[in-house]
């Protein structure tokens, strides 16, 4: 089944301690993305990968850090979390959005909880 | 800079009843449209999109979009709610740039049997 797979799907952590969330999509995409879900805010982009070794900043990617070592992976890696970062977070690729008859395909989200 | 605007947090509408969900654009250029529907603990999911053609677009789940050119909208439809679609539904439009979609802020829509 083609989908988006993120982990983990909730997740309580201390102020300070570093995490990752990993993303992986089985359908060969180019394109991944992560954004962040706040209420009344709509979703956000956090950072973009066009492809493997090739990623950049998004509209709020402070406090945030991501690789694309292989074409399937994107993980976020949160390197000293805080408060602020408390949030819905989606993973999404796409084959293309060069393309226009392209959208994206979420994951399930993470809930991340930091106190 | 590309952006859509849902002007309504929430619509109610009794089961049986047509449903509206509103949403306007900011571009520059051709639009590239997109509705997505977000279901409790669940991903967003594609519901349809507007690139070019036929300003009326018909979707999953029974959903339709009206694209108007010169109102700058794309309204979300369905002639008969189910109790079923009630959910958080977002407009998006593709940036100019094809970095990224850019989303509303979501209307939640719920459906009373």
């Known amino acids: 089944e083609a989908q988006v797979t993120q982990n983990p799907r909730y997740l309580i952590t201390v102020t300070g301690k570093k995490l990752t969330v990993t993303c992986s999509q089985n359908?060969?995409?180019?394109?991944m993305s992560w954004y962040r879900q706040d209420p009344g805010l709509g979703l956000r982009q956090i950072y973009y990968?066009?492809?493997?070794?090739?990623?950049d900043k998004g509209d709020v990617p402070e406090g945030y850090k991501v690789s694309r070592k292989e074409k399937r992976n994107f993980p976020l890696i949160l390197e000293s979390p805080s408060p602020n970062q408390t949030s819905l977070y989606f993973c999404?690729?796409?084959?293309?959005?060069?393309?226009?008859?392209?959208?994206?395909?979420f994951g399930s989200g993470t809930r991340l909880t930091v106190v | 800079a590309q952006s859509v605007a849902q002007p309504e947090d929430q619509v109610n509408v009794a089961e049986g009843n047509p449903l509206t969900v509103k949403c306007t654009y900011s571009?520059?250029?051709?639009?590239?449209l997109f509705w997505y529907v977000q279901y409790p603990n669940r991903g967003l999911q594609f519901l349809l999109k507007?690139?070019?053609?036929?300003?009326l677009v018909k979707g999953s789940y029974g959903f339709e979009a009206e694209f108007n050119k010169s109102q700058t909208s794309f309204h979300l439809k369905k002639p008969s709610a189910l109790v079923s679609d009630s959910a958080l539904y977002f407009c998006?439009?593709?940036?100019?740039?094809?970095?990224?979609?850019?989303f509303g802020t979501g209307t939640r829509l719920l459906v009373s049997p």
């Open positions: 571009v520059s250029g051709n639009p590239y």
């Open positions: 359908m060969n995409h180019e394109y």
């Open positions: 999404a690729s796409s084959l293309s959005l060069g393309t226009a008859n392209y959208g994206y395909t």
């Open positions: 990968s066009m492809n493997v070794e090739v990623t």
């Open positions: 507007y690139i070019t053609g036929d300003n």
């Open positions: 998006a439009v593709r940036d100019t740039g094809f970095q990224k979609l850019v």
